[in-house]
Every structure is written in structure tokens, then in C-alpha cells.
């Protein structure tokens, strides 16, 4: 497990960037396998690590864009928006994490000023 917190991209994110990759290249079969690992991988391994860094963050935001290449003239506009849904909803929670830690820090800022005086 320690292995894979090393990768510069979370398991999902790789896995999902290879499918992306490989659906421009036409090898569906081979793409969609690894757009099925990047989803697992993303619901089992990297969804829990979202709070922890950023880069969990990336595999929401790449599953819109392999989706797409993937499926070709066949993707399914439901499919397409609950994905970008579900990226936007990750961009949002990463936001407000990164929100309620500048507003903490400026709070212990305030105080610390407060202290001096």
C-alpha cells in the first residue's frame, strides 16, 4: 500500500488516464478494462484519501474526458452529465476544504495579532 502512495497520480487517476489514452488510439476493449479499474480503484482506494490531498482529486475530473473517448458517437449524455456532476461536486468539496483551512489559519492569525497587543 505504501507503493502506491508513492505514484505521482493516485491508482484511479493512472488507470483512467491510461483508458483515456488508449480510447484515442481506438483500442476500446483494452480502454474500457482500464476505465472499469480506474472506477473500482477510485470508489475502493483513492475516494476515501479525498480530504487527505488534492490529487484524489484528479480522477473525477479525468473519467469526463475518457468516458467520451471511449465510447465515441455511442456515449450516453446521462452518463456524460452524472460524471461531470460527480467532478464538480469533488472540485467543491476540495474547495471548501481548502476554504475552511485559510478562514481557520486567519482566525489563529487574528488571535495571535490579538495576543501581541
Known sequence: MKRLQ???LP??????LTAFVLGN??????GWT?????IVAWARLDAKQLLK?????FSPAIAVLAYP??????ANVAITFALALHALLVFLILM??????????AFSQKQGISQRI
Do not use: K, V, W
Not at 25 to 30: C, K, P, S, V
Open 6 to 8: 508513492n505514484l505521482p
Open 11 to 16: 491508482l484511479s487517476a493512472i488507470a483512467l
Open 25 to 30: 488510439f481506438d483500442y476500446q476493449t483494452a
Open 34 to 38: 482500464f476505465f472499469g479499474i480506474g
Open 53 to 57: 490531498s488534492d490529487r484524489y482529486g
Open 69 to 74: 473517448a471511449l465510447a465515441g458517437a455511442q
Open 96 to 105: 471548501s476544504r481548502h476554504l475552511s483551512e485559510d478562514i481557520a489559519q
